[in-house]
């Protein structure tokens, strides 16, 4: 009997329940981009994840472990159900190996709960909740470019010590707007700060009126926005349409690059916030930048660079152990430090998290800015160890049960 006859005969039996690693394609590295790309995130994530991801492939000359990388990616549209049947079709009909990004959290949170029953690596960059590696960890994820508690800590410790409090929360209703506006509250009590209430809005809100006259009305002196993208945008805009900063400063918990050119720095500015990456930080996040700016005529935000760095690792760790199996790439990974153009010293914890340092940033005021990408002042820098939840405090299930 020929190879291929027996390979046919393997994988038909995945429908009936069988393991699809004899599927997997002969000389083939499949990385499956799962992004938005026709929503609020598009401009942030989308294609741009797409290019940072090749990016990586290209950079080790497109073959890794005697395996060829092919690219493919889909739009999820904001939507878990629609981001778990690609993402399973991949799986059992695509041989893909890993799956990357996953920006938004809901959407993070389903894709983690299939890829961890699969046992497939899921290397998430665009979502933030601390739950990814806390109450709903997986033993075969890794969350790299920041959370919650990360974006969060820094910047409600920097506004306290100023004096800003208390404060009010405009927050985005879902799993990342709830698990930001969680992560935040308890930083500025631990800092030494109030929180007297907070206002929920939907996902994707065009008017946020009525939830800016309740913040105005509340009496707080800090305006902490708990979303993101077109949601964060508005909500900045429309809070200088009622004047808020006249009576409360205005915080962003999580800002991404393009949503700053795309607002404008006339409302911008000022606003402090923590990240990850910044294009103009060091020489070697100017070189990797530029070379995404020929490509995609944009700089890079902090999640498609984590793209290409998440990615960047798991190839290191693949050519090192000549595996794609992925418990033996995910302890690869675990045990060698995170050193390119996007962390240094970094290290991936078993609960799932890329441990590295953050950077408290200022938006610039428009006269300070030299260019359409000259839009953040560095302040500091956050050791990851202190930005990040320790691993204990994070309540994740599969290190409780080891």
Request: with cysteine; hydrophobic share 40%; proline share 3%.
């Amino acid at each position: 009997m020929k190879f291929g006859r027996v390979k046919a005969i393997a994988c038909g039996l995945v429908a009936l329940g069988a393991s699809n690693w004899a599927c997997a394609e002969e000389g083939v590295l499949r990385v499956g981009i799962i992004t938005d790309m026709s929503g609020q995130y598009a401009d942030g994530n989308g294609t741009g994840s797409v290019v940072a991801a090749q990016m990586a492939a290209d950079e080790i000359g497109g073959t890794v472990a005697g395996r060829r990388i092919e690219i493919i990616s889909a739009d999820h549209q904001d939507k878990p159900d629609v981001a778990v049947g690609i993402v399973r079709n991949w799986i059992d009909n695509k041989s893909v190996d890993v799956i990357a990004e996953g920006v938004n959290s809901a959407v993070a949170l389903a894709i983690q709960n299939l890829t961890r029953e699969r046992k497939k690596l899921f290397l998430i960059s665009g979502s933030g909740s601390s739950d990814l590696t806390g109450k709903q960890c997986s033993p075969t994820s890794v969350q790299w470019t920041y959370d919650t508690y990360a974006s969060s800590n820094a910047t409600a410790k920097a506004v306290v010590a100023r004096g800003g409090t208390p404060w009010f929360f405009l927050t985005a209703d879902y799993a990342f707007g709830q698990a930001l506006e969680r992560d935040a509250s308890r930083s500025v009590v631990a800092a030494g700060g109030q929180v007297t209430g907070e206002v929920r809005h939907p996902f994707n809100t065009a008017d946020f009126s009525s939830f800016l006259l309740q913040a105005q009305s509340s009496g707080a002196k800090i305006l902490a926005l708990a979303n993101a993208g077109a949601d964060f945008r508005n909500a900045v805009a429309q809070a200088d349409e009622f004047n808020i900063r006249q009576s409360m400063q205005v915080v962003a918990l999580q800002v991404t690059l393009t949503d700053v050119p795309a607002l404008g720095l006339a409302h911008a500015h000022d606003l402090l916030f923590t990240d990850s990456f910044y294009w103009d930080r060091t020489p070697e996040t100017r070189a990797f930048s530029n070379e995404f700016f020929k490509r995609h005529d944009a700089m890079p935000t902090a999640y498609q660079a984590g793209v290409n760095s998440s990615l960047r690792h798991y190839f290191k760790a693949v050519a090192a152990t000549n595996s794609v199996d992925p418990e033996t790439v995910i302890a690869q990974m675990r045990k060698t430090p995170v050193n390119d153009f996007f962390a240094q010293g970094g290290k991936v914890r078993e609960d799932g998290r890329m441990v590295h340092d953050m950077y408290l940033m200022r938006i610039k005021k428009p006269e300070e800015s030299k260019q359409k990408w000259d839009l953040y002042e560095y302040l500091s820098t956050v050791p990851g160890d202190e930005a990040f939840r320790p691993m204990a405090e994070g309540g994740c299930p599969y290190l409780a049960s080891k």
